[in-house]
């Protein structure tokens, strides 16, 4: 409990300090990276100076378009590199989600569509298919059956049904 609060001023005080502090930081990065970018241009583009011969410009020419052809090289095997290691990262993650157990399946939202609205999203503006399904259902007739079947005495169809079984046990 002896512990007292830092005061306001001494607060601002230390906040500008620390502001002080990392802008210079930040103007010495910035300055570190236009060096950076100096020495690497110096490095991998030395500067042009271009022969005064039609010969010594075609042979220029071959040596700059060998650097092309050979940064294209690299550029492509690091394209299909990394299209590698993305296939296998995909394939990881579903081997973890696999683990893991059961996929939850995310909750679909119901839409209400109508079938134009529907065809329209689907084909496009450009089509105009207008689309009348209940146009296109045949017409059923109903036909009403009348099954006349005879209330008879319940005991008598139970009879009937006890000689067609005697009439099966006699014939095995």
């Known amino acids: 409990m002896s512990e007292k609060k830092m005061t306001s001023t001494r607060r601002y005080n230390l906040k500008s300090l620390l502001l002080s ?7 010495a990065e ?5 060096i950076d970018k100096e020495t690497y241009m110096n490095e991998h583009a030395p500067a042009l100076d271009l022969p005064g011969s039609t010969q010594e410009i075609q ?5 700059l378009h060998q650097t092309i052809d050979k940064a294209d090289e690299e550029r492509y095997d690091l394209e299909a590199k990394v299209l590698k290691t993305n296939k296998e990262i995909d394939d990881l993650k579903i081997k973890v989600q ?10 679909l939202r119901k839409v209400r569509m109508s079938a ?6 689907l084909l496009g503006s450009k089509h105009k298919v207008s689309l009348d399904l209940r ?3 045949k017409q059923v007739k109903k036909e009403v059956k009348e099954e006349t079947a ?6 008598k169809n139970i009879e009937d049904r006890s000689d067609r079984k005697k ?3 006699a014939e095995a």
Do not use: H, T
Request: aromatic residues 8%; charged residues 35%.
């Open 21 to 27: 502090i990392a802008a210079g930081l930040l103007e």
């Open 30 to 34: 910035a300055k570190q990276l236009v």
């Open 59 to 63: 042979e220029y020419l071959k040596k």
């Open 98 to 107: 696999d683990l893991k157990g059961k996929f939850k399946k995310p909750v």
């Open 116 to 121: 134009d609205q529907m065809l329209q999203a």
């Open 135 to 137: 146009a296109n259902l």
């Open 150 to 155: 005879d209330v008879g005495d319940w005991r």
């Open 167 to 169: 009439m099966f046990e």
